[in-house]
């Protein structure tokens, strides 16, 4: 948890006091006062969150800023005593002597930035420059008057101006030209610079004001009345008029005549320290004690911060998005920023900041129901409603205004109803509320409060369902009479004189006195009702746990966040002039057009588009009231209220703007195999793992929460990658070769850097992964598959005359029958070589290799044993 800075510790007064500061921004009006406790609610003021403080254990070096800079690339840049500190929204990057190469001195008393370098003055350490990473010291070694340096300027030709405790230097090209009370300086104690466009240097001392044109130390003498003694600061705006801070009050030095201004003039101290011109033209006055505005040519400074609650500013600074930091001595950092929507809470006089109910009435009275009682908010007061008007000081949960002007109360420990109409009015607020007793529920929890158009008060309740009051008579509908559920949220008319009911049951529509319910199975997103609302073309519009539907011609439409809706559960609707539908949810209020969402009825769109409004924008609280009625409301201008949380929170929807900066995106680590390599040069990795981790960052101050990014690596990705709000981007295991790193980021309002940032890569690979070594290895391959091949072939020869050799023994072992053979032509004996007569079979057998078997062919079957060739035939003819 971010920690509050100096206003956290600061009275409720002052807190008060303090949440004004921006409003003279935007109101523009040099009546600005802080007469009133409670803010005027017919003015739109401008807030600070408390998440925009930090000190030392939310990252800063050391917890006194005294120096605020924002360099060309977008970064925030704050001198400590204890270090350099550079800040992109959410993590702060420091700087100091404790780092080789860094600083040689911590403590930073100026900043300033010229070309592609940060110049630090230091106190006690000279000149440090950093440029491109890289830090160089400039001390009296090298030529500077003085290492102790309070001031730093530049003039157009790029020349830097140094002011120190004894002396002034101009440093160009290198060398240094230095001034000093004999050079004309009435003091050589230099407070402040100011360099002008035409190239003239005002030089504040302890001693006066100075000025140096082409090298000459003039002294300045204003017309009176003058100031005398010591300058602390010391500007030029942009219409021209030179600003004198002095210990003796503000001089305003124009067309020849010089102003005074004192505390009798509405300055918050005599003593001022630091002037400061805002991007927007906005002069900014630090004094010891506060912090004052003057808004303008004919007007008076006015006191932003009075009662000591800014005490020890030392630094003031601002950002493109216009946002205005505050440095100060012992108490850190505070961001403040003009947002759309104004917030009231207990700070301000209500009751409680837990808002519960808020109801407009016809003459314009704000009625806030919270927590802890009734209060009303007219002509820029709030009137607390305390115990002896009628009404406990319990938990307000609804409120309603009847056809005569009668407010009604409902609370935990039943209904109030006020005795006379118009009970507050311009002059004064007395109203006085009676108990509307249900005698059949004694302890009836009003929720819900609604008039229908014959009179009839409807009260819906927590957990005894569904009342309606007329004629001093109450009628209940339970369950039992078919209400959906007991617990009531929400009560509308139809035009035809139907009645909806929304219930934690469903949707009820009670016509004729019978019930008909709407659920999941009709179509509703879900049976848990939270709110209804009939719009002006008769569309029932349903806020449930799981999405919003939409019921018309009798057909229910859903949509949730997978169609774009920025949450499911949605707690209340309010519809603007433009014709968008604000709706509160656990995690702020959001507003989408009601064109997209028909369209999106009638399936001409797929998705819908959703604006959310959280505590950077002023919300009190992310936490919209639920359960209770009216959440919302709108007043005859046109501005929308919503209960919420943490108190009441209002907002003028003709006024809202997107933020329309663009968010510089860098890189700020690159790191290959867990080595470290420049992040504004292509990266050469030698072999390795294939590990990259890419730290890359978009300088949005606003909300940096909400910064999204996109990152791709051409080479590997086939698509970009949605790292949501993730800034830092890894990858494993990536082949050798040539990779191109691309990150885009959104700001908190969803406008893209397309050009984002990129970088170049290239993974050396491993010797065994180059081409050289793919070819040694094919070439390898190919020779040990020739020297295979011929082994191979070598073995088959030798195989091949081996087994010519194993034929020809084998040849040479057959014996051969040839010749002319008798047989005898009866017997079939043979006659061997020797004249004796042999069986066929044995003479073969003698005579070669061959081994013979008996059988008996067809014919001699037949011949030698005609009955089994009967049997044969005849078992043969049989069919299978």
Known sequence: MRYAGPIGLLSSRARA?????????????????????????????????????????????????????????????FGT??????????????????????????????????????????????????????????????GLVNDFVRALASDPSGALWIGTDSGLSRLENGRFTNFKMKD??????????????????????????????????????????????????????????????????????AEGRTTRYTTNDGLSSNSVRILFEDPQGHLWIATDVGLDRHAGPSARPRPIVSEGALSDIRSLGADREGSLWVGFVGGGLVRLHPGPFVSYTAKDGLPHSDVRTILVARNGTRWIGTAKGLCAQRSGTISLVGPSSGVPSSAVDALAEDREGRLWVGTEDGLYRSREPDACSERSCTPRFELVPNPAIPAMHARVLYQDRQGALWVGTNLEGLARYQDGRFTNYTTKDGLASDAVRDVVEHPDGGLWIGSKGGVNRLEHGKFTVYTQKDGLPNDGVSALYLDSQDTLWVATRYGIGRLKDGRFTGYSTKDGLYASHVYGFLEDHAGRLWMGCAKGIFNVEKRQLDDFAEGKVRSVVSVAYGREHGLPSAMAAVATHPVSARSSDGRLWFATRGGLAVVDPRSLSTNPVVPPVGLEEVRIDARAFEHDRPAEAPPGRGDLMVRYTALSFLAPEKVTFKYRLDGFDTDWVDADTRRVAYYTNLPPGRYRFRVTASNNDGLWNEAGAGLDLRLAPHFYQTYWFYGSCAL?????????????????????????????????????????????????????????????????????????????????????????ARRIRERAAKPQ
Request: include cysteine.
């Open 17 to 77: 006091a303090f949440v004004l500061c921006w409003a003279a921004v935007t109101c523009g009006s040099p009546d600005l006062l802080l007469a009133q406790a409670a803010p005027a609610p017919d003015r739109l003021e401008l807030r600070w969150r408390e998440a925009d403080a930090w000190r030392q254990p939310q990252g800063l070096p050391q917890d006194s800023v005294l120096a605020i800079l924002q360099s060309r690339d977008g970064y925030m840049w």
């Open 81 to 142: 005593r204890a270090g350099l500190a550079r800040f992109d929204g959410v993590r702060f990057t420091i700087f100091d002597d404790r780092a080789k190469g860094q600083l040689r001195d911590n403590e930073v008393w100026a900043l300033h930035e010229v070309k592609d370098s940060l110049w630090l003055g230091t106190y006690g350490g000279g000149l440090t420059r950093l440029s491109h990473g890289r830090f160089s010291f400039l001390t009296t070694k090298d």
């Open 184 to 253: 004309g300086l009435s003091h050589d104690g230099v407070r402040a610079l100011y360099a002008d466009p035409d190239g003239r240097i005002w030089v504040a001392t302890k001693g006066g004001l100075h000025t140096v044109t082409q090298g000459r130390v003039e002294s300045v003498t204003l017309a009176e009345p003058r100031p005398s003694g010591l300058i602390d600061a010391v500007l030029r705006d942009r219409h021209g008029a030179l600003w004198v801070g002095t210990q003796d009050g503000l001089f305003r030095w």
């Open 780 to 868: 390898a391959v190919g020779l040990l598959g020739a020297a295979t091949q011929r082994l191979r072939v070598r073995r088959l020869q030798m195989r091949e005359r081996e087994l010519s050799s194993r034929v020809e023994e084998a040849i040479a072992q057959v014996k051969v029958l040839s010749g002319l053979l008798p047989i005898c032509a009866s017997c079939k004996k043979i006659r061997d070589d020797k004249g004796y007569w042999n069986q066929m079979e044995a003479y073969i057998h003698e005579h070669s290799e061959a081994q013979f078997s008996h059988g008996i062919c067809p014919d001699c079957v037949e011949k030698l044993y005609p009955d089994a």
